[in-house]
Structures are given as structure tokens and as C-alpha cells.
């Protein structure tokens, strides 16, 4: 009888579990939380500067960063988001020269799988694209997978995948798929082949952080993490842009900074980076409440 009791009350349980708002058998089992899995080569869109708006002559120019925005968030009520302000600053400044050419999503665009949530975030890209010309590419996180959530995030974020590179006056941007905490062993290979091709200075950004203070959300594997500090700086890395810890923190790891950007959300922020091709010097801007 004891045993038949607590059997029923782990069924109970598990079956809340798979059936609550956030967490589904994927999450569970590891069905599809496998970047192995959700990775098997890497896009290249080639010179995206035309598409952009930047003319190739070495010029300085600025992208935006948007983070952790977490559309559908259980904890929305006390963080809302700050989209007033973010539109009349959008507004304020779209005519300047320095306005940002594009924009970089770093991931947790919403909490969980949710057509519901996922509309008001492409409602709110679109406005971005539409009314000020700023193609957004995106990057997978962790929250946009639950509810075996991977499906619905490929098919309506533009690149339609979560390992891309392209490049821009000289230096290479690659998105890297770290959403379950790690970068996996495919994609390890496949980057360290194309960095052995690949001379630029490079910008990389994910979700996860590699290196942070904040305890619990970075690599959990630190021969991982170490490997790849040492990767990024043999091979010209400027910086990693991350987000996922909802705060901002830097970091020196050698030849690159590690920037990790404000939630959207969480911390009323975002980023605009500055980069100059001819000096391959990066800066940031943070701006908000």
C-alpha cells in the first residue's frame, strides 16, 4: 500500500509537471535539448553590409542589442516591459547618424512556447524592421525551448537557425547555439574549421554566458569553457556578447571582453554596440531607466 501511494502521488506530481505552463516532456527527458541535435552546420550569409545600410568603407557604425525580453513572463506583472520608453527613444533618435543599422536578439524572446506570446514578440520585430529599418537576427535561449519550443522558434526567426555567421566591412559575426548550457561537440568542430579559414576580426554572440560571477548560469563544463576562451583568443575574437543572467557584467578573458547585456525585461535596458572596422575597436552603450 505505502508503495502504491507513493507511485500515485510521483504520477501526480509529473503529471502537473508536463502539463504546467512552462516545462514539457522535452524538458524532462531531453527529447530535443541536445544542440547536436538542433545543430549540424553553420549558415553563412556572406556580406550582409549592402542589406544593412553600411557602405563597406570602413566607416564606424552601431547595432543594437535586445535581450531576455520575455514576452508572456509569469513574472511580468512586477517587470514590466519598458516599451514606452524604448519606442520614444526609437523615435527620438532615428534620424541620428549613430541610430543603430541593425539588431542582434540574444534569446528568452518569450518565457515559454506560446503562439500567444510568440505574436506579441513578432508584433514587436516587425515594428523594429518596419518602421525602423533595423533587420533583427536572432539567437536561441533557453526559455524560448520550453514546451519543446525549438520547432516553433526555427520557423519564424530569421536566420531559421541557431549557428550562422556573416560578415560586415571586415569583421565576422558568428551566433553561436549555447541554449541548453553548452556549445556541444558538433559545433565545436564545425567553428574550429571555419576560424582556420576565417582571418577577420569576429564578434561572437549566444545566450549563455561563458564566464560570469553570477554563480549558477553559465558552462557547467569548465574544460568546455576554458577550451573555448582559448579558441576565441587565438583566432581574433573582439568580444563574446551573451545574455541570460539579466544583468551586466564584464570580463577581460585576454584578447577579447565578454559583454553580458541587460534584460530587457528584468533591467528596463538595452545596448547599443559601436564598432569601428578600421581600428576593430568595440564599445557599448547601455540605455534605459
Known sequence: ????????????????????????????????????????????????????????????????????????????????????EFWNWMEANKTNPDFPKFCFILGDNIDWCDEGFLSEYLAFKNKLENDYGLKTFNIIGNHDMYQEGWEMWRDNNYPGTSFYRFVIDGVSYYALDSATGTFGKK?????????????????????????????YVTFDDTTERNYFVSLFNKNNVKAYFNGHIHKIEESNLGNFN??????????????????DPSTKEVSLNFIGK
Open 258 to 275: 565578454e559583454y553580458s547585456c541587460p534584460s530587457m525585461r528584468f533591467r528596463q535596458k538595452w545596448t547599443v554596440v559601436s564598432v
Open 187 to 215: 559545433q565545436r568542430k564545425i567553428l574550429e574549421n571555419e576560424f582556420l579559414k576565417d582571418t577577420n576580426p569576429k564578434i561572437i554572440l549566444s545566450h549563455y554566458p561563458i564566464h560570469t560571477n553570477f554563480f
Open 1 to 84: 500500500m505505502k508503495k502504491l501511494k507513493i507511485f500515485f502521488a510521483f504520477t501526480v506530481l509529473f503529471s502537473l509537471l508536463i502539463s504546467s505552463c512552462k516545462y514539457g516532456s522535452g524538458n524532462i527527458f531531453y527529447e530535443y535539448n541536445n544542440v547536436d541535435s538542433r545543430v549540424n552546420s553553420l549558415k553563412d550569409l556572406g556580406d550582409v553590409g549592402a542589406a544593412v545600410g553600411i557602405s563597406g568603407t570602413n566607416q564606424p557604425y552601431s547595432f543594437m542589442i535586445l535581450t531576455d525580453i520575455h514576452f508572456g513572463s509569469i513574472r511580468g506583472k512586477d517587470n514590466p516591459l519598458p516599451l514606452t
